[in-house]
């Protein structure tokens, strides 16, 4: 399967602690996303990388979340200290220019106890 | 505010008959959507898109629309099949600043369509 990994696919964690999702994007797609998806809504932009440059963080990314992509390929998104309000769907897609589609995995379900 | 709008929750169709689905969008900036599809437990999978350059786009069963002038979209599946069943989500790409496009992409809330047997 070449698609896009998500680790792990669901996570639950107690209130305050930290959490690290891991994303293996299509190997020759050099555009990496995270979304954020809540119940009835769709996907909503978190942040995103080309190669190893991370270009853009959404408003609704707050100082307790960090994402990386060191070499360009994988990316890890932590979030530190972490709140009820987290508890969410997050979604990694990738895709090889701008107005190409994106790919996305099945996600990582964060549940906040 | 909600740049990409699906007022449908939910659609049920028969069998066989065509499933429309509805997507209005306010930025006249944006000039590439698409359509994305998900099951339960799966990420969204990608299904078909539009240029702002055209109005119609065709792949197999399904056929998107785009009415630039009334900032509308639509999704026509002919015929539907049970395992058409999903969520539908429209999206448009963002458009950058200056040169720079990032190619984020704006969701609406989604479709529940259900295709009945």
């Known amino acids: 399967d070449t698609g896009v990994s998500q680790d792990p696919r669901h996570k639950i964690t107690k209130r305050g602690q930290n959490v690290t999702f891991r994303c293996d994007p299509i190997s020759e797609h050099n555009r990496l996303y995270w979304y954020r998806q809540t119940l009835g809504q769709g996907p909503e932009f978190l942040t995103y990388?080309?190669?190893?440059?991370?270009?853009?963080k959404s408003r609704l990314l707050s100082d307790r979340f960090s994402a990386e992509r060191p070499k360009g390929s994988f990316s890890t998104l932590e979030i530190q200290r972490t709140e009820q309000g987290d508890s969410a769907m997050y979604l990694c897609?990738?895709?090889?220019?701008?107005?190409?589609?994106?790919?996305f995995g099945d996600g990582t379900r964060l549940s906040i106890l | 505010d909600q740049q990409v709008k699906q007022n449908s929750p939910s659609l049920s169709v028969q069998e066989g008959r065509i499933s429309i689905l509805n997507c209005d969008y306010t930025?006249?900036?944006?000039?590439?959507f698409l359509w994305y599809k998900k099951y339960p437990a799966e990420g969204p999978t990608f299904l078909i898109s539009?240029?702002?350059?055209?109005d119609k786009n065709e792949d197999g069963r399904f056929t998107v629309f785009l009415n630039k002038s009334a900032k509308h979209l639509s999704l026509h599946i002919v015929p539907s099949q049970p395992g058409d069943s999903a969520v539908y989500f429209c999206?448009?790409?963002?458009?950058?600043?200056?040169?720079?496009?990032?190619?984020?992409?704006?969701f609406g809330q989604g479709t529940t369509l259900q295709v009945k047997p």
């Open positions: 930025n006249s900036m944006f000039d590439y």
């Open positions: 897609a990738s895709s090889v220019g701008s107005n190409q589609p994106q790919h």
């Open positions: 999206a448009a790409i963002a458009p950058g600043v200056g040169s720079s496009n990032t190619g984020k992409l704006i």
């Open positions: 539009i240029s702002s350059i055209k």
């Open positions: 990388f080309q190669n190893e440059a991370q270009l853009e």
